[in-house]
């Protein structure tokens, strides 16, 4: 029963530092949002954005939206968001089309019911 307990002790004091080793990830709703694209024009194929990350410091990526409604989880995003869209999967760098740009704004906070995923809608295409 000792070892058990010992052992049981051990695993979750590693379980807790592996946690506490990760620190940049979001607390659900409280640090910033994962976002979720839900692309009405079924035409953007990639997104380049130039934002905040959960810790309110400037992040940029480009990120491919392959359908419909694409999740973008382990990217924590908060405060005023620019996205320019793209026909193909790199952001214009394989010759894609410029679709025109879209600013946003994603709460640093939400309530706790509505989780850590932020949507957004792209409606309208400038080119």
């Not at 640090?31 to 934002?51: F, L, N």
């Not at 894609?96 to 946003?104: A, C, I, K, V, Y």
Request: glycine share 14%; proline share 3%.
């Amino acid at each position: 029963m000792g070892k058990k307990f010992a052992m049981a002790a051990a695993t979750g004091a590693l379980a807790v530092a592996g946690v506490a080793a990760t620190g940049g990830t979001a607390f659900a709703g409280t640090d910033g949002q994962q976002i979720v694209i839900h692309d009405e024009t079924r035409k953007v194929e990639s997104i380049k954005i130039d934002g905040y990350d959960q810790k309110g410091r400037p992040a940029h990526a480009c990120l491919a939206t392959p359908g419909y409604e694409t999740r973008f989880g382990g990217w924590w995003w908060r405060d005023y968001m620019h996205f320019s869209k793209w026909t193909d999967k790199t952001c214009g760098q394989s010759g894609g089309r410029w679709l025109g740009s879209q600013d946003e704004w994603v709460p640093a906070w939400q309530a706790p019911d509505r989780g850590d995923w932020y949507y957004i809608g792209i409606f309208k295409n400038d080119s």
